[in-house]
C-alpha cells in the first residue's frame, strides 16, 4: 500500500473539496488487479470486524446527464459517515477512478461498465488485501451497494458479517428500465440479494432510487425508511 497526507489527496487528485479525516485514520492507496484504490483507514485491533464504506458512483454525470471526466464524489457523506463510525476497525473505500487517475481507467468504468467483472474483482481484491481473513461489515451507498451486495455474493472466500445498504441500487436493470435509460449493458448484475445477514436503509420519497423499487428489491428483508432525508443526505443516520 502507499500511504498518503489525508488533508492534500482530495484536492489534488480529485479537485474535490478538501476533506479532514479524524487524526486517527491513514490514508493509503492499493494496487487492486487492473486498478489502484483510494482508501482511509483506521485499524486497531485484529479481532473486532471491520466496517468498510464503499463510496457511491460518485460525480460520474453532470447536470445535463453526459458522462463526466472524473468520477470523484463531490460530496462528503460517506467519508463523513466512515469518520463518524467509532468501532475500532474502520475503512472508507473508493471506487476504481475516483481521486486517482490512471491509464487503466476509461468513461466506462463510471457510465455502462460501472459493475463490471474487473471492478468488482478490484474492489474485492483491495477487500482481502485489508482483511485477510477478518470478518467485514460491507456498508455500500447507492451504487456501492451494487458493488457490495455482488462481492458478498461472489466472493465466499470474504466473511461478510452483515451487509448494510443505503440508498442502494440493487437491481440496475430494473432502475434503468424505470428511468428508460441505457441499460449498463457491461456491468454485473445482482442475482437476488446475498444470503446474509442485511439491512437496508432508504430516504423516503428518494427521486434517484424510488422507493416502490427498494420495496420491491427488499422484500422479505429489514427496510428502514429514513424521513428527512434525500438520496444524497441523510443528515441523522446512526447506523452503529
Known sequence: MKYFRLIFLICFYGCAPAWRAPSDFIGASINAGKYTIVTFQRITDAVSPIHIYIEGDGNSFDAHGRPTSDPTPRSTFMRDLAARDSSPNVIYMARPCQYIKSSACSRIDWTSGRFSQ????????????????????????????????????????????????????????????????????????LNGLPDVPQVHYIARGDRVVPNSLSRKWTDGKKLIVIDGATHNNFPALNLF
Do not use: C
Request: no cysteine; aromatic share 8%; charged share 10%.
Open 118 to 189: 474487473d471492478m468488482i474483482k478490484s474492489v474485492s481484491s483491495a477487500i482481502k488485501q485489508i482483511a485477510g481473513n477478518a470478518p467485514v461489515v460491507l456498508i455500500g451507498y447507492s451504487g456501492g451497494a451494487m458493488v457490495s451486495g455482488l462481492i458478498a455474493q461472489n466472493y465466499p472466500e470474504i466473511t461478510v458479517r452483515q451487509w448494510i445498504t443505503i440508498a442502494g441500487v440493487l437491481n440496475h436493470t430494473e432502475w434503468t428500465e424505470y428511468f428508460k435509460d441505457a441499460p449498463l449493458s457491461m456491468s454485473l448484475n
